[in-house]
């Protein structure tokens, strides 16, 4: 069975047909917040359905504050539904067993988007599995411990004059914390999540859709709308009684619209308390307090408030921008003494309560503007396209600040009070702000975050897992036409396998991470790139029977290339075109079949010199014909417009280009089926098959020997990690070229463990804070993969280790699909890869080692989120303290569409 997560579709706005408008925050941290209703008649025990929207903000453990009740028929024999410890249970106790139980594999723990949760129970089933069914986000999920109820059982759902309680046990303390949306339940009918929501076409996420069927007679719809908090939107009548949620706690942050709140996994300082759905922060011991937004978005203008609910005794409170690059665990006493040297170095700014306004890196006061106090208001408005921040106390302009580094950061608040705490009120907009918002500045939710330019990542890089059956020729789906493919054996020591038909399928053509030899012969294992996928052979390394494998792939220059060549005619030993100022004359062009490449003639030298091509070598002037299969010729050469197009064939020929009207100006040009055109845009000539939207190249060339680099990528800028490595000689290393370290240009070696090393005259550029060369002398054959980070899709970075159990919180503004870390600074530390088709649930703990043919190990590690990824545990390979590390992220979803994870 093949595997992928992968849905095509058209990207742009997206515009859903049904809008949740409210949602009621349950706030455990300052009171038992719940609802309740108590059934008149007797329903349908036997058959029933529960589905409702949920963002948690709480993921505290053990008894009371990890027990999260959401809906149950409770007394001392009850029917619960409920989330323990961070994982969904459904059960019916009788107060010495279990009729049935249910409880998931899978980690509940994003603060950052929805959950939408569907149990579906039918007792009248006679397969015992059906009857039972729980979906998280329209997925069906698995259970760690499992009995399914006996058939025609009568549970105490639906049960005349038995208390059933939403967002709280029969017994107060243990209550939900968090926000629930569009509750749903259902007397008589067991339904599948699909009755509540539905895949997106334009985004492949999961998304509310209207409920179009019946209730049944203790069935009841609760919209959460203001001033009719319990009512039944149903029809049926069945209201609820509500404790402690007034309407100041009905909000507009819904499924279809989330709002940011404060991160409360974002590890600042362990002295912090998020109450209030994470819009209250409460610090209570001296330098605590660093919290952070869960939005990091990289344009559009947006506008905050923070309310000093409690100053402190010793307040050093600070409100502004955090650069989340930075280490959280080390910056807080250097927002309040202005120290900020070693801790950021983006020149941003804070508002601290004594008046100062200050910026990094070295806390140089800007301006001394009013002092706050208890209950005033700070606004913050951030303008991430013109680079500004402006703080307002009481809706007063405090001072502007101009030129600041908005990249990664987002609305921050510190600080370093007594024992007596600091207590913030936060809003983003998901209430009623006190002051009306800054001209052009709107509030911080899904709705007002650009549509990224990628909907559908699915579409640029996939996952696909296979178990191996021994056929040959077997296709493997992918989804799209990769051009890249990265495979591993997880159940075996057979090697990494990387191909891509940039070097085509013809032998030799295979690679390994692990591996210093040169290009080999697998041409049996590996036997090609497809229009949806690949095809593999028998080989162990591929296909042997019971044998579990992963593949990932990428999309590089897809089927249709278009690209243009600016040619020049120079003197050089005669009349000779040249393309786009290359170094040489009359080069070997490499055309992709279906490639549609323009030759400018509009440049004067061009004058009378037309451009044509020939399948002999000098065309006509050696007796050949002029080739004009897909040719198109426009204009006078040398003037403006002159141009010749050619679309190549399938199955083209060689061809030459040549002069028309002289010989010997001309040179060949390559048509063929593998991928990639001729770039001359730099000091060496080379190959390159781009996807520039996604940021991701294929390159191969010859290098020279005196190294001069300056090797064409495609990308269009510079690239943030390049993995090259020389395909004709043995012993060479992966190299891993990045300047996402410290801003310098640093390698890395994917077959070893070692040590981030600066640039030399061996692997490139010296001095340059872009990558601009990257080869070795001895004019070997060369191939590198390069990528730049692209919003909502990918991204390139580095995060520093705390060494703690609770982990470092890196934001990527996406969900990711896959990630590989690397300890930039440490020896022994391997390089790990982790993805969401081999292990779909968190705690995420299966990865492969590019630097070692080992099968998978599973070691509970990460969360992957819907705005990034949540380190969990303190191993060297990820999490030493104080230590730098290196990730590649590739996007399951934009954060902008995703569902919590």
């Not at 301006?367 to 209950?375: M, P």
């Not at 000098?618 to 010749?644: D, F, I, L």
Request: proline share 3%; aromatic share 12%; hydrophobic share 35%.
């Amino acid at each position: 069975m093949t595997i992928s997560k992968n849905i095509l579709a058209g990207s742009g706005a997206v515009t859903e047909a049904y809008q949740i408008e409210q949602s009621a925050l349950f706030d455990q941290s300052s009171h038992v917040a719940s609802m309740v209703r108590t059934p008149s008649s007797t329903g349908n025990r036997k058959t029933w359905t529960l589905s409702v929207w949920l963002k948690r903000v709480d993921f505290a453990t053990g008894s009371p504050n990890g027990y999260q009740m959401l809906y149950g028929a409770q007394a001392a024999h009850e029917c619960t539904i409920r989330i323990v410890e961070n994982k969904l249970e459904v059960y019916e106790w009788t107060g010495s067993a279990y009729n049935f139980k249910w409880f998931s594999t899978r980690e509940l723990r994003d603060p950052s988007a929805w959950y939408h949760v569907v149990v579906a129970f039918d007792s009248t089933q006679g397969t015992s599995t059906n009857r039972l069914k729980v979906y998280i986000n329209g997925e069906q999920q698995t259970s760690s411990n499992l009995a399914y109820p006996n058939q025609n059982l009568d549970t105490r759902m639906n049960l005349a004059s038995l208390a059933q309680y939403i967002g709280r046990y029969h017994n107060p303390a243990y209550s939900y914390n968090g926000y629930m949306a569009e509750f749903n339940w259902l007397d008589g009918t067991a339904a599948a999540a699909s009755s509540f929501g539905e895949t997106n076409s334009a985004t492949g996420q999961w998304i509310p859709k209207e409920y179009g069927g019946s209730y049944g007679t203790n069935g009841f719809y609760l919209k959460f709308v203001s001033g009719a908090i319990g009512t039944d939107s149903s029809g049926q009548g069945n209201n609820h009684s509500v404790s402690n949620i007034s309407n100041a706690y009905i909000l507009l942050d819904t499924p279809t619209n989330n709002f940011a709140t404060m991160d409360s996994i974002f590890v600042g300082d362990d002295s912090n308390t998020f109450k209030d759905g994470n819009l209250k922060v409460v610090t209570a011991t001296l330098n605590g307090g660093l919290a952070v937004a869960t939005f990091a978005p990289l344009t559009g203008k947006y506008y905050a408030e923070f309310k000093v609910v409690i100053l402190g005794a010793s307040s050093n409170s600070i409100f502004g921008v955090r650069d989340l690059s930075d280490d959280p665990m080390n910056v807080v006493s250097g927002w309040h003494n202005r120290n900020l040297t070693t801790q950021s170095t983006k020149n941003i700014g804070y508002y601290g309560h004594s008046g100062e306004i200050f910026s990094g890196p070295s806390g140089t006061v800007l301006t001394t503007a009013a002092t706050y106090t208890t209950n005033d208001v700070i606004g913050v408005a951030i303008d991430y396209d013109n680079s500004t921040v402006k703080w307002y106390k009481n809706n007063a302009l405090q001072y502007t600040k101009t030129s600041a580094d908005l990249e990664n950061v987002t609305f921050a608040l510190s600080d370093s009070s007594g024992s007596s705490g600091f207590t913030t009120q936060c809003n983003f907009g998901q209430r009623a702000f006190a002051y009306t918002p800054p001209s052009g500045y709107v509030t911080l939710s899904t709705a007002n975050l650009p549509d990224p330019a990628i909907a559908v990542p699915s579409a640029h890089f996939n996952s696909v897992v296979w178990t191996g059956n021994a056929t040959d020729n077997r296709a493997i789906a992918v989804g799209f036409a990769p051009n890249f493919t990265w495979f591993k054996q997880r159940t075996g020591t057979n090697s990494h396998g990387l191909f891509d038909n940039v070097r085509g399928n013809s032998s030799p053509n295979g690679l390994a991470t692990n591996s210093t030899s040169r290009e080999f012969d697998w041409t049996g294992i590996f036997k090609g790139h497809t229009s949806t996928g690949f095809t593999v052979g028998t080989d162990t390394a591929v296909n042997a029977n019971s044998n579990n494998y992963v593949g990932w792939n990428w999309k590089a220059g897809g089927a249709t290339p278009v690209k243009t060549y600016v040619v020049k005619v120079v003197s050089d030993s005669g009349n000779k075109y040249r393309f786009d100022d290359f170094a040489a004359s009359a080069q070997t062009v490499d055309m992709q079949e279906g490639g549609t490449y323009t030759f400018d003639q509009s440049d004067s030298s061009n004058s009378n010199h037309p451009f044509r091509f020939s399948t002999t070598s000098n065309g006509s002037h050696a007796s050949g014909s002029e080739y004009t299969t897909g040719v198109v010729t426009s204009g006078t050469p040398g003037s403006s417009g002159a141009k010749t197009v050619i679309t190549v064939a399938a199955s083209a020929p060689t061809l030459y280009y040549y002069c028309t009207n002289h010989s010997g100006m001309g040179g060949q040009a390559n048509t063929n089926s593998t991928y990639g055109s001729s770039y001359f845009d730099g000091a060496l000539k080379s190959t390159v098959s781009a996807n520039q939207a996604a940021g991701f190249s294929i390159v191969t060339w010859l290098s020279d020997n005196s190294n001069a680099g300056g090797v064409p990528h495609g990308l269009g800028v510079a690239p943030e990690l390049v993995i090259y490595k020389t395909r004709n000689t043995d012993g060479s290393h992966w190299n891993v070229l990045t300047t996402v370290i410290d801003g310098s240009t640093d390698y890395l070696i994917m077959n070893t463990t070692a040590a981030k090393g600066d640039v030399s005259s061996t692997y490139g550029s010296t001095t340059s804070s872009t990558i601009t060369n990257f080869g070795f002398t001895g004019n070997p054959q060369m191939l590198a993969y390069c990528f730049v980070s692209k919003p909502g899709y990918s991204k390139m970075g580095v995060y520093l280790g705390n060494g703690r159990v609770d982990g470092t919180m890196v934001n990527l503004g996406f969900t990711p699909a896959w990630v590989m870390i690397k300890d930039a600074l440490g020896t022994g530390n391997q390089w790990i890869i982790m993805d969401t088709t081999r292990d779909p649930d968190n705690e995420i703990g299966k990865y492969l080692k590019p630097n070692s043919n080992t099968a998978e190990e599973d070691y509970d590690r990460i969360d992957f989120l819907s705005n990034g990824f949540k380190i969990r545990h303190n191993y060297g390979a990820d999490n030493t303290n104080g230590r730098t590390y290196l990730y590649m992220a590739f996007a399951e979803a934009p954060f902008k569409y995703a569902n919590a994870r």
